[in-house]
């Protein structure tokens, strides 16, 4: 094991520039069988994406999440948003995830990896959790994405708690939760092609 490098804590982030984001003309809602169909075409050939899901939070003491309800792959400049109602939007997201030709990079996966094996019956290849690869490099057990942003580029990650916790299930998503979701998987993008991995 390396020797371990301290990760930047909160109060240091909070002085950092604020990292670049997708906008809206850079996110794809996939909710329909036609963008599914869309989605597949525009990524075929990848060879790597940033990956995350969203689940509608649980409150209740023994309340089951039925999560997760989107999946969003990115690329270095556009992001897809599947929704996960229509049975075409998860086959095609399935797809994509069964692909071992394709790396899946992301931060914090175990949950995420038992939630899509349970809802898309899916057997996941090709996903790389970042965590684990920062861990190798001698940083703390979880970096997450926050953290490995200010690493790696030196900048302030905005993620936004009442996105985080807002209806993923939702059949309507806003724009702030389309803009959180896609960010999530374009900064693990970002991060895994700066490692160079």
């Keep these: 094991m390396t020797e371990r490098f301290p990760t930047p804590d909160k109060d240091?982030?909070?002085l950092l520039d604020v990292f670049d984001r997708l906008g809206m003309g850079d996110i794809q809602l996939v909710s329909s069988p036609a963008q599914a169909a869309q989605a597949l075409q525009a990524l075929e050939g990848t060879s790597a994406l940033g990956f995350d899901t969203e689940s509608k939070p649980t409150f209740a003491k023994n309340e089951l999440s039925t999560g997760p309800h989107i999946v969003q792959l990115s690329t270095l400049d556009?992001?897809?948003?599947?929704?996960?109602?229509?049975?075409?939007c998860r086959r095609a997201v399935g797809a994509l995830l069964e692909s071992p030709a394709i790396i899946k990079a992301g931060f914090g996966l175990g949950?995420?990896?038992?939630?899509?094996?349970?809802?898309?019956?899916?057997?996941?290849?090709?996903?790389?959790?970042?965590?684990?690869v920062f861990r190798e490099k001698g940083y703390r057990k979880d970096m997450g994405v926050r953290g490995a942003v200010a690493v790696v580029f030196n900048k302030r990650f905005i993620k936004s708690k009442k996105a985080a916790t807002s209806n993923w299930a939702n059949p309507q998503l806003t724009e702030s939760q389309l803009v959180y979701a896609a960010n999530d998987a374009y900064a693990a993008m970002r991060v895994y092609a700066a490692l160079g991995l």
Excluded: P, S, T, Y
Excluded at 111 to 132: E, M, P, S, T, Y
């Design 12 to 14: 240091q982030i909070a």
């Design 78 to 88: 556009k992001a897809w948003i599947f929704q996960l109602e229509d049975a075409d």
């Design 111 to 132: 949950d995420d990896r038992k939630r899509i094996v349970h809802k898309l019956g899916v057997d996941l290849q090709g996903v790389l959790d970042l965590n684990a």
